[in-house]
């Protein structure tokens, strides 16, 4: 929340563009009962009930050349949301791994979260990831791409999990 140019409280997303008070959090209770209300909405996964999306890395270390895949369709969450968790399993290989996130239509995304990760012969960082995202909106499509330090075309697995608002 800012204070915009008549000297009044508005509400902005993480693009700083304002938007409605739907909720009634310009005061303290109102944000207190918006965050309750969002902590304590139901997880869910994406995929949902399905295998985790393989990402394939683009060859050579660092190259940010991977396809971008989507793990939401446009239009499927009719709420706004957010990632609390990344799921990362079945890594190809060891190595330092990096996992972007995106929002926005195919061609258009946007960058909201990087995650790193690491596979070596003793100790893999498979499992859940916390991350935080900016809050996304409603019936916005939700992509990923990994980038790893070798120079192969490194592949893993990934789920995420999300709250609605």
């Given at each position: 929340?800012?204070?915009?140019?008549?000297?009044?409280?508005?509400?902005r997303?993480?693009?700083?563009?304002?938007?409605?008070?739907?909720?009634?959090?310009?005061?303290?209770?109102?944000?207190?009962?918006?965050?309750?209300?969002?902590?304590?909405?139901?997880?869910?996964?994406?995929?949902?009930?399905?295998?985790?999306?393989?990402?394939?890395?683009?060859?050579?270390?660092?190259?940010?050349?991977?396809?971008?895949?989507?793990?939401?369709?446009?239009?499927?969450?009719t709420?706004?949301?957010?990632?609390?968790?990344?799921?990362?399993?079945?890594?190809?290989?060891?190595?330092?791994?990096e996992?972007?996130?995106?929002?926005?239509?195919?061609?258009?995304?946007?960058?909201?979260?990087?995650?790193?990760?690491?596979?070596?012969?003793?100790?893999?960082?498979e499992?859940s990831?916390?991350?935080?995202?900016?809050?996304?909106?409603?019936?916005?499509?939700?992509?990923?791409?990994?980038?790893?330090?070798?120079?192969?075309?490194?592949?893993?697995?990934?789920?995420?999990?999300?709250?609605?608002?």
């Open positions: 929340m800012v204070l915009n140019s008549t000297g009044e409280m508005e509400v997303n993480a693009l700083n563009t304002p938007e409605p008070d739907t909720r009634g959090i310009k005061s303290i209770f109102g944000r207190l009962h918006y965050i309750e209300e969002h902590l304590h909405s139901t997880s869910r996964t994406a995929p949902e009930l399905a295998d985790a999306l393989v990402l394939t890395a683009g060859s050579g270390a660092w190259s940010a050349t991977g396809a971008i895949t989507e793990i939401i369709a446009s239009a499927t969450i709420d706004r949301y957010d990632v609390h968790f990344v799921n990362l399993s079945a890594f190809s290989a060891n190595g330092e791994y996992i972007q996130l995106f929002e926005g239509s195919a061609g258009s995304e946007v960058q909201i979260a990087s995650i790193p990760a690491t596979r070596n012969a003793v100790q893999s960082q499992g990831q916390p991350t935080l995202t900016p809050k996304i909106d409603a019936n916005e499509r939700l992509s990923a791409r990994v980038a790893s330090g070798n120079v192969a075309a490194d592949t893993l697995a990934l789920k995420v999990v999300y709250h609605t608002y």
